[in-house]
T-cell receptor
């Protein structure tokens, strides 16, 4: 059973574009919704995260939109740059635990 | 701080061999976990620990053992390696910060090839 569905699998945008990556989940017990960024040959690193009591969070060029009723959250990257080219993962956490369930990842390429 | 360290960086095993992947963190984090990453499948949780002496199974625990005798170390043991265990293995640690950004810190990974 796939608890977390991430889309799209890959995405190519021009520099300055606004890529959007989506994550849909089944488990209503998730209580923390982070996005991770991974560069080739490296471990993932936390990019931005949101808790379910707010609908949007911005940190620099990165924004999370959260829709609790639809059980979806998405990552928006404003003014994307070639240095943003990486793989992005959503990884919601099961409430009351430290178990994070990762999506299958989105490979983003930003063209110069 | 070195953060989360993993050894070895790369390992080749023959089917049936056993080995231990090492993971250590110097941030005094309570929570540690092991993931495997396979193409197109994201990261899948193998085992995790919420403190010394406490471990539990994740999504894909079969074929792997863990122990947590100290806060700093969380080794992952492959008892009898199989080609299906060819993967990149990541160790992570975190500490609960209610109300603040809770971050999992990942190590650089161990690339394992089982022939």
């Amino acid at each position: 059973q796939q608890q977390v569905k991430q889309s799209p699998q890959s995405l190519i945008v021009q520099k300055g574009g606004i890529p959007i990556i989506n994550c849909a989940y089944e488990n209503t017990a998730f209580d923390y919704f982070p996005w991770y960024q991974q560069f080739p040959g490296k471990g993932p690193a936390l990019l931005i995260a949101i808790r379910p009591d707010v609908s949007e969070k911005k940190e620099g060029r990165f924004t999370i939109s959260f829709n609790k009723s639809a059980k979806q959250f998405s990552l928006h990257i404003m003014d994307s740059q070639p240095g943003d080219s990486a793989t992005y993962f959503c990884a919601p956490r099961e409430g009351g635990t430290y178990k994070y369930i990762f999506g299958t990842g989105t490979r983003l390429k930003v063209l110069a | 701080n070195a953060g989360v360290t993993q050894t070895p960086k790369f390992q080749v095993l023959k089917t049936g061999q056993s080995m231990t992947l090492q993971c250590a963190q110097d941030m005094n984090h309570e929570y540690m976990s092991w993931y495997r990453q396979d193409p197109g499948m994201g990261l899948r949780l193998i085992h995790y620990s919420v403190g010394a002496g406490i471990t539990d199974q994740g999504e894909v625990p079969n074929g792997y053992n863990v122990s947590r005798s100290t806060t700093e170390d969380f080794p992952l043991r492959l008892l009898s390696a199989a080609p299906s265990q060819t993967s990149v293995y990541f160790c992570a640690s975190s500490s609960p910060h209610r109300g603040l950004k809770e971050t999992q810190y990942f190590g650089p990974g161990t690339r394992l090839l089982v022939l």
